[in-house]
């Protein structure tokens, strides 16, 4: 199984509201990642998880929060958005944290009104 | 964490040319990544090239490096509609990979 799932694939959300990303792996990958992508510009980095736990934080605002329940699942918890943070939000794991190539989920597609 | 520029930033080639596309970086590397993303999905690994490798051969990708200008190219030969996507390279340092504006590539039939 090569594959990373996200759920939900898309997500609107009010402000107010509280919601959750997922992501899981199966490949045994012991770093995990979420990135944020808006249109037509690159995956900028969010968190890196290395043997589940917060290795690097992007300076990301706290309305973000991330956790790693066990070695396959990857949640990333969202709470006050702004409208601005309406983006594409990808997962992705790799083999180890340092220098091997990443595998991406789908992503999930957020808007916030 | 954008960290390089990429070079054109939009190509549009007939099926059967070659797409080339160039990529700089800012910072040493532990290797220069490539990958592929089709419109507004995932992004797919294409190829991995290390700090002390100069070229590498996959499939119908050439990657090169150039450490001494901090810049890589990749080549796909024989273009394919299929390969109508956007390409990134990604630098990958200190645990993390540095991704590159981007590359949209159209293949006409």
């Known amino acids: 199984d090569t594959e990373v799932t996200q759920t939900p694939k898309h997500l609107v959300m009010g402000m107010t509201n509280k919601k959750s990303l997922k992501c899981e792996q199966h490949?045994?990958?012991?770093?995990m990642y979420w990135y944020k992508q808006k249109a037509k510009k690159p995956p900028e980095l969010m968190f890196v998880y290395s043997y589940e736990k917060l290795s690097i934080n992007e300076s990301v605002p706290s309305r973000f929060s991330p956790e790693c329940p066990n070695s396959s699942l990857l949640n990333l918890h969202l709470h006050a958005l702004q409208p601005e943070d309406s983006a594409l939000y990808l997962c992705?794991?790799?083999?180890?944290?340092?220098?091997?190539?990443?595998?991406f989920g789908p992503g999930t597609r957020l808007t916030v009104t | 964490s954008q960290q390089g520029e990429e070079d054109p930033q939009a190509l549009s080639i007939q099926e059967g040319e070659n797409a080339t596309m160039n990529c700089s970086y800012k910072?040493?590397?532990?290797?220069l990544q490539w990958y592929r993303q089709n419109s507004g999905r995932g992004l797919v690994h294409l190829i991995l090239i290390r700090s002390n490798e100069r070229e590498k051969h996959s499939g119908r990708l050439r990657v090169t490096l150039d450490t001494s200008k901090k810049s890589s190219s990749l080549l796909i030969t024989a273009s394919r509609a299929a390969d109508t996507a956007s390409y990134f390279c990604?630098?990958?340092?200190?645990?993390?990979?540095?991704f590159g504006a981007g590359t949209t590539v159209t293949v006409r039939a």
């Open positions: 990604a630098s990958s340092n200190d645990y993390k990979l540095s």
């Open positions: 992705a794991s790799s083999h180890l944290p340092e220098t091997y190539e990443q595998y």
């Open positions: 490949m045994g990958h012991r770093a």
């Open positions: 910072t040493s590397i532990n290797n």
